[in-house]
């Protein structure tokens, strides 16, 4: 129901926005208010991912498929990245290697909206850049974002998808020493 008024909202919003004769403070005042809606839709699809699936999957639980092994980067020219996702004493564990880090640390699962997979989180690893939602000369709406300090990515049977870097509404970084948009990481050894 929230969701549905949220995207009700977004929609009279631009409605009304394509009405009006704008000059640039209500341009300004439109990118936030879309911003604000953008950041509503994004955290409430998080919550509804993480109360309609399991936190932290186990190694006890029946997982999907086999997710323990090392998952390696498909395109090591523009980014080497190891990862090894192992369970340690029942908890979910990684290691990481890329070109300007190495980190060890535990991670977490949670299954898809569609059962078929996972989101799989690893935890302490600060972003390179979070600047989030801009307006449109740019600039940072709110000023005092902090570096998020969790990766989180697609896990399916084959490897794992990491979106790198935002785009113009919303800026940030995870892997400054990446430069893909996408990070695919292929199972390569169990």
Known sequence: MKKATIIFTLIFTLAIQSCVKKDDK???NTARVNATLHDSLTKQNDSLQRDSSQKNITKNNNLLF???GLYQSKDNASCKMDLKLYYSE???KYDL????????????LTLDEK????????KNIKWSKNI?????EGNAIDKNLSLPDEI????????IMIQNYGNA????EKFAECGLKYISLIKVVK
């Not at 989180?152 to 490897?159: A, E, I, P, R, V």
């Open 132 to 136: 989030g939602a801009v307006d449109p």
């Open 97 to 108: 290697i890329t070109d300007n880090q190495t980190r060890t640390d535990f991670a977490t």
């Open 26 to 28: 209500q341009i300004e």
């Open 115 to 122: 059962k078929e997979g996972y989101f799989v989180t690893l």
């Open 66 to 68: 086999d997710i323990e």
């Open 152 to 159: 989180q990515g697609s896990l399916d049977k084959n490897g």
């Open 169 to 172: 509404m919303n800026d940030y």
């Open 90 to 92: 029942g908890k979910l």
